[in-house]
């Protein structure tokens, strides 16, 4: 059978897909499912919230991902007292040239860790939302282009804790997932213990490079190949009009939401070596990219209903297209 150019570049896809998300498993243990999310989102110029407890994974997550593609990776800790000019940068003045020299912030990176993001104040948090939305920042009426590809890895507290701010809808918004790492199982554990209880540095120090940052650009521009039929955005039309008056919502899907899975569904039937978006991706997709955008009732809330179940509940009462 002859092969198709858009087979050939199926096939190109799915194998860089396989070989970024191996190299990132050989340091993180037992999360197949996450490891392959973060890669989909980054690979859809997307951002990750996690939610987790200290200690499962979040910084070697983000450094692994940033070492497997060859990029450049930072970390911004939030706290009360952090600034925006710390996140976005500042312009300094030389006494040497005369003039103000831009010295770039944290978020000058291709994977950039933001650090219990909900310790900061909502103006420090803002300060993040014209690089994940735009790829860009504004210092002084100058705006400065962030090189790709570019990912925001963020984490929170449950807003229980402390010293929390909860993230504003808008910002919410410009997450493509929210993940968890959660505790590994136990096999899983077992290997983290043979493979870094004796090693002498740890195992995310001997991480190489598997592709290159133009390997992801490319991946990126590839998706807008993948055939995504009209039943099929029919389809995330009637989720979306589904989340807008269902009961236990305020707040339904943005259309951002809804272009976000789609784009996502397309990284995901390419990564399975697919041309074309089937209405499984979709599904297997809904609720880590829908559940944080829609925000509960307070009946809701009161009954203890959760935004993924509504979500589910959603994707199981929309008819399915069919797709020939």
């Known amino acids: 059978m002859t092969t198709t150019p858009q087979t050939t570049r199926s096939e190109t896809f799915s194998v860089l897909f396989r070989t970024i998300v191996d190299n990132i498993e050989t340091v993180i243990r037992g999360k197949h499912d996450v490891v392959q999310l973060a890669v989909l989102a980054m690979i859809s110029q997307g951002h990750v919230l996690l939610e987790d407890s200290p200690g499962l994974g979040k910084t070697t997550l983000a450094k692994a991902i940033s070492t497997t593609v060859g990029g450049s990776s930072g970390r911004i800790q939030f706290t009360p007292d952090l600034l925006p000019s710390d996140v976005v940068g500042m312009s300094i003045w030389n006494r040497g040239s005369g003039e103000f020299e831009f010295r770039p912030g944290a978020v000058f990176a291709n994977v950039v860790l933001a650090d219990e993001i909900n310790r900061a104040s909502p103006k420090t948090q803002s300060a993040l939302l014209e690089a994940m939305a735009e790829r860009q920042v504004t210092v002084d009426r100058d705006t400065h282009d962030l090189a790709g590809p570019f990912m925001v890895i963020a984490t929170q507290n449950p807003l229980d804790h402390e010293g929390t701010y909860p993230l504003p809808e808008s910002q919410l918004d410009r997450f493509l997932m929210k993940l968890s790492l959660g505790y ?6 077992l290997e983290i213990l043979d493979q870094q209880g004796e090693a002498s540095t740890p195992p995310i120090d001997a991480l190489e490079a598997a592709v ?9 521009s590839a998706l807008a190949g993948v055939h995504v039929a009209p039943e099929l955005k029919n389809y995330l039309l009637d989720i979306a009009t589904a989340t807008r008056s269902h009961p236990g919502l305020r707040l339904g899907l943005s259309p951002r939401a809804v272009l976000s899975l789609q784009r996502i569904a397309r990284a995901l039937a390419a990564a399975s070596g697919r041309a074309f978006v089937i209405p499984d991706d979709v599904k297997a997709l809904a609720r880590p990219v829908l559940a944080h955008r829609v925000m509960l009732t307070a009946e809701s809330q009161l009954a203890g209903t959760s935004a993924e179940h509504i979500i589910d509940s959603v994707i199981a009462s929309v008819p399915v297209p069919s797709i020939g």
Request: hydrophobic residues 35%; without cysteine; proline residues 13%.
């Open 184 to 189: 590994p199982d136990r096999s899983a554990e």
């Open 212 to 220: 290159t940052p133009q390997d992801v650009i490319m991946m990126t």
